[in-house]
């Protein structure tokens, strides 16, 4: 069973920055795409950048040139780092890690993120 563990949540100001981290544990195959994805209070849960082998990332609209999405070393295992700079505070959200093997969706719990004077 897949299991993912985020890190790196937390309270900012705007113009400020954060990193999110997301370790995949559980499995030994390589995801086909890894990503965050996020949901703020009374909104669906939107992307946010996944990464996708052979196609590279992709970013929403609202975080592009602000937010970076990278995968960390594959031979210390399945990561997944999300860079946020610039933060606003309709950034605020819970943040998902999200990975895809072999066609299946896997989540972690979440992490808050609150941008706030």
């Known amino acids: 069973q897949v299991h993912l563990v985020e890190s790196g949540g937390g309270l900012a100001q705007p113009g400020g920055s954060l990193r999110l981290s997301c370790r995949a544990s559980?499995?030994?195959?390589?995801?086909?795409?890894m990503g965050w994805y996020r949901q703020a209070p009374g909104k669906e849960r939107e992307m946010v950048a996944t990464i996708t082998v052979g196609a590279g990332a992709n970013y929403a609209e609202s975080v592009k040139g602000r937010f970076f999405v990278s995968k960390g070393d594959p031979r210390a295992g399945n990561t997944v780092y999300l860079q946020m700079n610039n933060l606003k505070v309709e950034d605020t959200a819970v943040y998902y890690c999200?990975?895809?093997?072999?066609?299946?969706?896997?989540w972690g719990q979440g992490t808050q993120v609150t941008v706030s004077p």
């Open positions: 559980g499995t030994t195959l390589s995801p086909v795409r």
């Open positions: 999200n990975t895809v093997i072999r066609g299946i969706p896997n």
